[in-house]
């Protein structure tokens, strides 16, 4: 028998409901949404999930999935608070660790799951929620929560400290990275650590190979989900009902894709021609998919990535979304790449290079990825897409052109890396991404000719675009 992780065995949570009595599961994601929630599972599952992130370094979304399937008695809703409890802790995360240090007594000889506890009820009442309900819902008694009613005094003790600690703290990340969100943003760093610690929207692309963004959202709409086109991205829907999107016939039928508006925007710069256009770093394939509906699935696409489970996602994805013009290779990690790549040289009208990063602009959707980032790692990370940028350029025909991206916050992982591959690429020039979004939207999302996109500034996740000519001989 599999041992729980975390949370009282089943034998001590009641007696035992014989089957035909137990609630039958929420099959409909909008429906019971006014019952109450069964507080003591959703904290047991919360519990469980939480501390296979905190306490076993799983990845949150794979904690959550597996806690969920197979906590399989929970209704939706309770599902989703489960799910927004974890990741509103996930956030702040520093943040109420520091102000359990200062409200509660002894709080570092406590267990790892009263902590816990404790860590909820404190995230919970940051998230707004009445301090009475906290206690109530959470089985703490009055005496041992009487301080959550002063953590304003807590918050008051944290801004005594000096400027860069309290801004890691507030923000929820690590030291090294406070220090470079200040040195590149300076007073506006506060508001990108205030943004990447909301959850953030839940956005769609459409996909023209199956409709207009206008016929997808009348689809979505008779489903009962209610949409708004997005700001910034032609092709963007913000889905505002909470349902699980997955489940949507308009999702199976390909209409839409979930992807954020910020990297549909990086999709655009692609602007890819109906003839040979490489995705370098396909991963699940999101962007080559969009790249296949600017191309009219005329031409060829090469997705290209190292994890084979990956581009096995993609395959599925293409049949659904009706997309026939994709090629999937599977490359070498190494310089073996350079050798299963040379038929490619110079053959290819756009070669788009969305290099794996610190992922530092993600972390509204992935917050536990800032606990993990050292600062070897982001070197790491800066070293390999130096090298990335430069194996994929080879594969950029004269006159082509060649698209760098990463959904990373940071200079370094952006601006640096394109002033070191021009320094040793003459061959390659910059030029204004302008063209590809037009005037109006390049005035709001552009610097020095470059895509920057920020969380605080435009409601997306942080996105970095260079597009790079290659001189014609």
Not at 256 to 284: H, N, T, Y
Not at 376 to 390: D, Y
Request: glycine share 8%; hydrophobic share 40%.
């Amino acid at each position: 028998m599999k041992k729980r992780a975390l949370g009282p065995p089943r034998r001590d949570r009641g007696p035992k409901v014989e089957k035909k009595d137990r609630p039958k599961r929420d099959k409909d994601p909008n429906s019971l949404a006014n019952r109450a929630l069964r507080e003591d599972l959703v904290m047991l599952a919360c519990l469980e999930a939480y501390g296979a992130v905190r306490h076993d370094g799983r990845l949150a979304d794979r904690a959550l999935d597996f806690t969920l399937r197979r906590d399989k008695h929970l209704y939706s809703q309770e599902r989703r608070a489960v799910a927004e409890r974890v990741y509103a802790l996930l956030r702040k995360q520093r943040l109420v660790d520091y102000l359990a240090d200062v409200k509660v007594k002894g709080f570092e000889a406590l267990v790892s799951s009263r902590k816990d506890i404790y860590r909820f009820a404190i995230s919970r009442v940051l998230e707004g929620e009445d301090v009475s309900l906290v206690v109530q819902t959470q089985g703490m008694p009055g005496t041992d929560a009487s301080w959550l009613k002063t953590l304003s005094h807590g918050r008051a003790k944290l801004m005594e400290l000096p400027e860069l600690e309290r801004f890691a703290i507030e923000a929820s990340i690590p030291d090294f990275l406070a220090v470079k969100l200040l040195a590149e943003l300076g007073t506006e760093a506060r508001l990108v650590g205030d943004a990447m610690n909301k959850r953030g929207p839940l956005c769609a692309r459409t996909n023209p190979l199956k409709g207009t963004r206008e016929e997808v959202q009348r689809l979505l709409e008779a489903e009962g989900v209610k949409v708004s086109p997005t700001l910034l991205s032609p092709f963007g829907l913000i889905l505002e009902t909470r349902t699980n999107v997955y489940a949507l016939k308009t999702f199976k039928d390909g209409y839409f894709e979930v992807q954020d508006e910020g990297s549909q925007l990086l999709g655009m710069l692609v602007d890819a021609p109906p003839r040979k256009v490489i995705d370098a770093c396909a991963g699940a394939g999101g962007k080559a998919l969009q790249l296949a509906a600017q191309m009219k699935n005329r031409g060829e696409i090469y997705a290209l990535d190292v994890e084979e489970r990956r581009l096995e996602d993609l395959k599925l994805r293409a049949r659904r979304a009706g997309v026939h013009n994709v090629r999937i290779q599977v490359i070498a990690q190494g310089p073996e790449a350079e050798e299963q790549l040379v038929k490619l040289n110079g053959q290819a009208e756009r070669v788009l290079v969305d290099a794996p990063c610190s992922g530092s602009g993600t972390y509204r959707r992935k917050p536990d990825a800032r606990y993990r980032l050292t600062e070897a790692m982001l070197a790491e990370h800066v070293e390999k897409q130096k090298v990335l940028i430069a194996r994929f350029a080879k594969l950029v025909k004269p006159g082509g052109r060649l698209i760098y991206g990463t959904c990373s916050l940071l200079r370094e992982e952006n601006e640096g890396v394109i002033e070191h591959f021009l320094a040793s690429h003459p061959d390659f020039q910059l030029t204004p991404a302008t063209p590809w979004l037009g005037e109006a939207l390049a005035a709001q999302t552009t610097r020095e000719g470059m895509l920057r996109l920020y969380p605080h500034r435009h409601d997306t996740d942080g996105f970095f675009g260079a597009v790079l000519v290659r001189k014609a001989k």
